[in-house]
T-cell receptor
């Protein structure tokens, strides 16, 4: 049973548009929420991360929004570019070294 | 360059055979992990190790075995007991900061295992 639920499974966005990926969790022991980006045939790489004491974190065109009371967090990709086409995974970590991943969202940006 | 090296990149195995996937890191990280990736299921933790000569089962350890004899090496053996071994296997490492998991994993490029 997945501890982090991620949606949608895939999305298509036009160049310059906004991509939004949502994740939800139940385990209140989670206190660190990273997002990973994976290109085909490669391993995932850390994109951006947030802790629950912050409601939003922005790095360039990527923004995480965090709602602690709802136990939800989301990734927004602003001004989406074809190079952003990849699979994105949300994840959650507590202090037991076991990072739980969502199922992944495949983002396709059309030029 | 520092990083994680997985080999082989592609591997074919006949049913009933054991196979070992290699993972080497030169990042001087304490913790190492093995994940399995299947379409639509994300990444699932097989085994992890926080220090040399110690490792713990993850969520799907059945049919797999590991060893951690050196800090830089964490090989994974897929045994014949694993019922559905065809998958993409990812090795990762992280800086171990005491008992805190920062969530910052550094991944290798993966090994794709196909059982014929």
């Amino acid at each position: 049973q997945q501890q982090v639920k991620q949606s949608p499974q895939s999305l298509i966005v036009q160049k310059g548009g906004i991509s939004i990926i949502n994740c939800a969790y139940e385990n209140t022991a989670f206190d660190y929420f990273p997002w990973y980006q994976q290109f085909p045939g490669k391993g995932p790489a850390l994109l951006i991360a947030i802790r629950p004491d912050v409601s939003e974190k922005k790095e360039g065109r990527f923004t995480i929004s965090f709602n602690k009371s709802a136990k939800q967090f989301s990734l927004h990709i602003m001004d989406s570019q074809p190079g952003d086409s990849a699979t994105y995974f949300c994840a959650a970590a507590s202090n037991d070294y076991k990072l739980s991943f969502g199922a992944g969202t495949t983002v396709t940006v059309r030029a | 360059d520092g990083g994680i090296t997985q080999s082989p990149k592609y591997l074919f195995r006949k049913e009933g055979q054991n196979v070992t996937l290699s993972c080497e890191q030169n990042l001087n990280h304490d913790a190492m992990y093995w994940y399995r990736q299947d379409p639509g299921q994300g990444l699932r933790l097989i085994y992890y190790s926080q220090i040399v000569n110690d490792f713990q089962k993850g969520d799907i350890a059945e049919g797999y075995s590991v060893s951690r004899e050196k800090k830089e090496s964490f090989p994974l053996t897929v045994t014949s007991a694993q019922k559905n071994p065809t998958a993409f296997y990812l090795c990762a490492s992280s800086i171990s900061t005491g008992t805190r998991n920062t969530g910052e994993l550094f991944f290798g490029e993966g090994s794709r295992l196909t059982v014929l």
